[in-house]
């Protein structure tokens, strides 16, 4: 199948809390056939809700980190005094380099008169490729602390490419991740439709206008859909009339619902239960199916 | 020009060009004396976290390259590419071999500039 | 970690694994009702929400800025040893040129250190801005990313090194367990997670607990939205020896202050006072280390 037949979904949402990944596991269930991509790889939850078994594993490396050699340390500092990120202490008689802290830019690696100093590459996290009940769907973890550079993110919608030219599959639906950093414009750019779910409050605007203002900016066609709208009925007026303008459709509006939370608790998508967001969620997969 | 670059996921000049450069699978070099081919890979450009584009370029420059065909170049490989005298023609052909003969035929022009955002 | 402080100016950092759990709306409540002079730093430098809840107007911006290098053509001679040691691309060697690239540097000094002409000088780089106010008893510190910047962790370092020494500090962190949580937490002396009773709140707790560990730094729970089944939380709670601070209850009302951009500790005095209650709990832990809140 040519990548020219797939299209590709991202669900993103600004601030992270909106409901991004119930609409997009709802999505999974409601798709006829689709990849599904967490490209959240910071706090990957979709999996929670799509149970999936996984059949591949790998290794995420990203970068490098320096590692003093203990015994070949002669405790001259002079590895600390040139670190800028403050990432090497003295400890007794050796240095000793903190591994969160450390940049990985190998200044201290190339000054150490002895040698003393290692520079391999980092292991950042992992990546999977599984099985689920909608689909298969590729997902990630970034190990605790790691740089969120989104380079992992790009290796997931990579893979997820390569699962959909080879099972013939033409939609991928990807679960973005929050803010508008490097993760956000790699789980963005080139992709068919970015779906932003945000809820009535004046940050959820604030940063609404921010993800828009980059979908602009990589000329990527955007929606919009309001969760929990019927607790700020003012604000959700203000805030579909600022997709508008902002040049994005406006594809429904998802009401405050327990059932929600309900479906998490039972591993399952809101549209898996009798649920009045489930059934909100439905009108908005319509909407967006025409879009794409 | 003498050697040129085609962004491609391919070996051979029948392979499809690939729109991207900074991750590009790999790029086809062209001599247009010898009438030949070879592959270089672009593997520093795709493990790159940030800073592809450079990479990639980097990759062309160091690898002799005048003239680069590709369908979208962002700004930072454009500048790299500007600074060592690479030009630079955006082409959406198919295949190398049709943007080849695109480029050939003078019916290309070269970029002045970048001409998508950096991510692209 | 923060031995060399005044006992009164410890730091609590605010943060939680995933985003939307009410971190920040903790955070600012916290600050309000904290009942002495306090600075609330707002470190979720993408994203900055605090000033929009406490509107503060006369705030005086900093600039916070890296050190970048700048080549001198005249020094040049095209050796290739910046580029080579390079590892983020922000600076590149093409045969006679060295060419910068600012947004991807990471301010490390490598390059100036090898180049064997004295061709490379540092220059500062406008990465972001700071604001400081001052809103009733709250010293304010917002921390905002310039547009473009893609590394975050020094422009959260420049919200740090405005906070002054002897006042206590709470900081809102950005959602997460990535780089730019860490350069928040780094010189905290207690941290607060705000988690929700969903599978999702639970399971993202468990990365920033894991981060917790891996920081040594004490942490309580404070979990948002309480209306559901708690057995799970509550039991990695025991297990994980996590006190849980405060429970905020899945009250409509809260979420209708906090989506006018009204603070719920004023609206709703019986929540003013829980939070009162939050403070009083967290200033006593801090101040006497070893006993629990």
């Known amino acids: 199948m040519s990548k020219d037949h797939i299209r590709e979904l991202v669900v993103l949402s600004g601030k992270g809390g909106t409901g991004k990944t119930s609409v997009t596991a709802s999505f999974a269930l409601l798709a006829n056939k689709a990849v599904l991509a967490d490209c959240d790889v910071d706090a990957a939850d979709l999996h ?37 990120f403050d990432a090497i202490r003295k400890d007794g008689t050796v240095c000793r380099i903190d591994p ?18 290692d520079f391999p590459e980092r292991v950042c996290g992992e990546w999977m490729v599984s099985g689920t009940r909608c689909g298969p769907m590729v997902h990630a973890q970034l190990g605790v602390a790691a740089e969120n550079s989104g380079k992992l993110v790009t290796t997931v919608r990579e893979q997820a490419w390569a699962v959909a030219v080879d099972k013939r599959i033409p939609l991928i639906i990807s679960d973005g991740p929050p803010g508008i950093g490097c993760p956000v414009i790699a789980s963005l750019s080139g992709v068919s439709l970015a779906l932003v779910v945000t809820e009535p409050t004046v ?90 | 020009m003498n050697t040129i670059a085609f962004t491609t996921a391919g070996q051979e000049l029948a392979a499809a060009l690939d729109p991207r450069f900074g991750r590009a699978a790999n790029f086809l070099i062209y001599d247009t004396a010898q009438k030949s081919t070879r592959i270089i890979k672009n593997q520093q450009g795709r493990s790159a976290a940030q800073g592809a584009g450079i990479q990639a370029a980097e990759t062309i420059v160091r690898a002799g390259v005048d003239t680069l065909v590709t369908g979208h170049c962002g700004p930072k490989a454009f500048k790299v590419l500007a600074a060592a005298d690479v030009q630079v023609f955006n082409c959406n052909a198919a295949t190398v071999d049709e943007a080849l003969h695109e480029l050939l035929a003078g019916r290309l022009t070269a970029a002045e500039n970048s001409d998508v955002e950096g991510h692209w | ?256 202050v906090t989506s006018r951009g009204d603070l719920v500790a004023l609206a709703l005095p019986e929540y003013g006072l829980m939070f009162s209650e939050l403070a009083t709990k967290l200033k006593h832990n801090l101040t006497h280390p070893g006993g629990t809140p």
């Open chain 1, 48 to 84: 929670l809700l799509l149970t999936p078994m996984v059949e591949q594993r790998h290794a995420f490396m990203s970068g490098h980190e320096a590692v003093i050699r203990q015994q070949d340390c002669t405790g001259c500092g002079i590895c600390m005094d040139s670190c800028r």
């Open chain 1, 100 to 117: 969160v802290a450390c940049e990985g830019c190998s200044v201290c690696y190339r000054l150490c008169p002895d040698k003393a100093i």
């Open chain 1, 203 to 292: 940050s959820g605007l604030h940063d609404l206008q921010r993800v828009l203002a980059l979908a602009r900016h990589f000329s990527v066609p955007a929606a919009v859909c309001v969760n929990k709208w019927d607790i700020n009925p003012q604000q959700t007026e203000k805030i579909e009339a600022a997709a508008r303008s902002a040049g994005a459709a406006v594809t429904g509006r998802i009401r405050y619902d327990r059932s929600v939370t309900q479906a998490q608790l039972q591993q399952k998508a809101a549209v898996e239960l009798d649920s009045g967001a489930g059934d909100d969620i439905r009108v908005i997969w319509k909407q967006v199916t025409e879009l794409l």
């Open chain 3, 1 to 256: 970690m923060a031995a060399a402080r005044k006992q009164n100016s410890y730091r609590i950092a605010v943060a939680s694994g995933k985003g939307g759990t009410g971190k920040t709306t903790v955070a600012l409540n916290l600050a309000v009702m904290f009942g002495e002079p306090v600075q609330l730093a707002d470190c979720d430098v993408e994203e900055p929400n605090d000033n929009l809840f406490l509107r503060c107007e006369q705030l005086t911006p900093h600039e916070v800025t890296m050190l970048v290098p700048e080549v001198d053509p005249q020094r040049c001679n095209g050796c290739g040893a910046c580029g080579e040691l390079c590892q983020f691309r922000g600076i590149v060697s093409l045969g006679s040129r060295a060419l910068v690239f600012p947004e991807l540097c990471h301010g490390c000094g490598g390059c100036a250190l090898v180049c064997p002409t004295g061709a490379l000088t540092e220059r500062r780089h406008r990465i972001g801005t700071i604001s400081v106010g001052q809103s009733g008893l709250i010293r304010q510190i917002e921390g905002r990313l310039e547009v473009g910047v893609s590394l975050v962790p020094p422009v959260i370092r420049g919200v740090r090194d405005q906070l002054l020494d002897d006042v206590p500090a709470i900081l809102d962190a950005p959602p997460g367990t990535s780089c730019p949580v860490v350069a928040t937490l780094r010189e905290s002396d207690y941290l607060v997670l705000v988690t929700d009773p969903t599978p999702f709140g639970l399971h993202d707790l468990k990365l920033a607990v894991a981060l917790a560990k891996e920081l040594r730094l004490p942490c309580g729970v404070v979990v948002n939205r309480v209306g559901e089944d708690l057995v799970g939380l509550h039991r990695y709670c025991q297990d994980e020896n996590l006190p849980i601070l405060l429970s905020l209850p899945d009250d409509r009302q809260i979420a209708e």
